[in-house]
T-cell receptor, first 117, second 111 residues
Framework: GDSVTQMEGPVTLSEEAFLTINCTYT??????LFWYVQYPGEGLQLLLK?????DKGSNKGFEATYRKETTSFHLEKGSVQVSDSAVYFCALSDNARSGAGSYQLTFGKGTKLSVIP | KAGVTQTPRYLIKTRGQQVTLSCSPISGHRSVSWYQQTPGQGLQFLFE???????NKGNFPGRFSGRQFSNSRSEMNVSTLELGDSALYLC??????????FGSGTRLTVV
């Protein structure tokens, strides 16, 4: 079955540090890949996505590249801010499932990021 | 453009009771999927509805059920509540497999 493995935190960084959160996946078909962010007490917000191999998703200084050869979708940001403190989830949507007629996401466990001034 | 609306935001129920949660998707989105989020198990898929039909279901007991109405609004029901059902329940609205917009969730506490 489908699965997503991401580095577990918590991760604590100083402001302006470089961020990498690793994410690897296993999927039956050709998945679309996502990063979602969750702030305390809130739902999930889409941070970025990539729908095919070698696509790069980017948003608010965050980037991730869909690497089919390594089945990875690592999240990076060059300079984190205190406001980036949140939980980050890597997720996939597998076309093998959507081809069978179901839209659903498979999530990693989440990585809690804390950025200190 | 209105987002995904989940009601209520918070619920406290007693063991053995049942509960119904509601999700109104983005206008034009016909797919609604539901997820349970707990500290121990993370985010787990419950079920997905499309045009009033359940297309897929996750690995949850039959106490968890749902439905979708002709206006695409969806409800999920949990009967005979257990302490372990305490969780944040999230729904997502989709046009395709490439886009999922989440609501703010319903926080269910079972006492």
């Amino acid at each position: 079955g489908d699965s997503v493995t991401q580095m577990e935190g918590p991760v604590t960084l100083s402001e302006e540090a470089f961020l990498t959160i690793n994410c690897t996946y296993t999927a039956t078909g050709y998945p679309s890949l996502f990063w979602y962010v969750q702030y305390p007490g809130e739902g999930l917000q889409l941070l970025l996505k990539a729908t095919k191999a070698d696509d790069k998703g980017s948003n608010k200084g965050f980037e991730a590249t869909y690497r089919k050869e390594t089945t990875s979708f690592h999240l990076e940001k060059g300079s984190v801010q205190v406001s980036d403190s949140a939980v980050y989830f890597c997720a996939l949507s597998d076309n093998a499932r959507s081809g069978a007629g179901s839209y659903q996401l498979t999530f990693g466990k989440g990585t809690k990021l804390s950025v200190i001034p | 453009k209105a987002g995904v609306t989940q009601t209520p935001r918070y619920l406290i129920k007693t063991r053995g009771q049942q509960v119904t949660l509601s999700c109104s998707p983005i206008s034009g989105h016909r797919s609604v999927s539901w997820y349970q989020q707990t500290p121990g198990q993370g985010l787990q898929f419950l079920f997905e509805y499309f045009s009033e039909t359940q297309r897929n279901k996750g690995n949850f007991p039959g106490r968890f059920s749902g439905r979708q109405f002709s206006n695409s609004r969806s409800e999920m029901n949990v009967s005979t509540l257990e302490l372990g059902d305490s969780a944040l329940y999230l729904c997502a609205s989709s046009l395709s497999r490439d886009g999922y917009t989440f609501g703010s969730g319903t926080r269910l506490t079972v006492v």
